[in-house]
């Protein structure tokens, strides 16, 4: 097994001297490939070279899959969304607190402060939706970003547009 860190330098095109480990992957064993998170080195408008060397004492051979080229790490920043329109039906089955917390924060909770929910039929099956509310605008908070509780509707702007978001639920 062995232990990959990775290091930056500012002069692309050659090798970087080491510098200190800005990732680090852990054991893994041969054969395998090994994921790093680097995206704290992403620059807008920008190059970063980055060098790998292994901590393990004994020699250890690192090669990547591209035979008549270097290998070559591209990073690439995409425009972030302005608003996410999560729309009806979002924890399928159970609207209760702990599934939106347990199945839905995992995937889109890196969106919450991008997020415009409308509730559908499932998130009823708690009373009141009360656990979409609770999650969307906190638990026991009257109103937020899922608009308010019992109102069957919740309006926001999105740059020039005007959204109205429409509760379905005849039994809200």
């Given at each position: 097994m062995t232990s990959v860190a990775l290091a930056t330098s500012e002069r692309c095109g050659e090798a970087p001297p080491l510098g200190p480990a800005v990732a680090e992957?852990?054991?893994f064993a041969a054969g395998?490939?090994?994921?790093?998170?680097?995206?704290?080195?992403?620059r807008a408008g920008g190059s970063v070279a980055i060098g790998i060397s292994t901590t393990s004492p004994s020699s250890k051979t690192?090669?990547?899959?591209?035979?008549?080229?270097?290998p070559r790490l591209v990073l690439a920043a995409e425009p972030a969304p302005t608003a996410v329109l999560?729309?009806?039906?979002?924890?399928?089955?159970?609207g209760a607190l702990a599934a939106f917390q347990t199945a839905y924060h995992p995937s889109w909770g890196r969106a919450m402060a991008k997020s415009q929910p409308v509730p559908g039929n499932?998130?009823?099956?708690?009373?009141?939706?009360?656990?979409?509310?609770?999650?969307?605008?906190?638990?026991?908070?009257?109103?937020?970003r899922a608009g308010s509780r019992g109102r069957g509707y919740h309006d926001f702007e999105i740059g020039s547009w005007h959204?109205?978001?429409?509760?379905?639920?005849?039994?809200?």
């Open positions: 992957s852990g054991g395998t490939w090994a994921t790093l998170d680097v995206s704290s080195l992403a690192l090669a990547s899959r591209e035979d008549s080229a270097r999560p729309l009806r039906d979002l924890q399928y089955e159970v499932h998130e009823y099956g708690t009373a009141g939706a009360a656990g979409f509310f609770d999650y969307f605008n906190g638990a026991g908070v009257a109103d937020g959204v109205v978001a429409l509760d379905s639920n005849c039994l809200a």
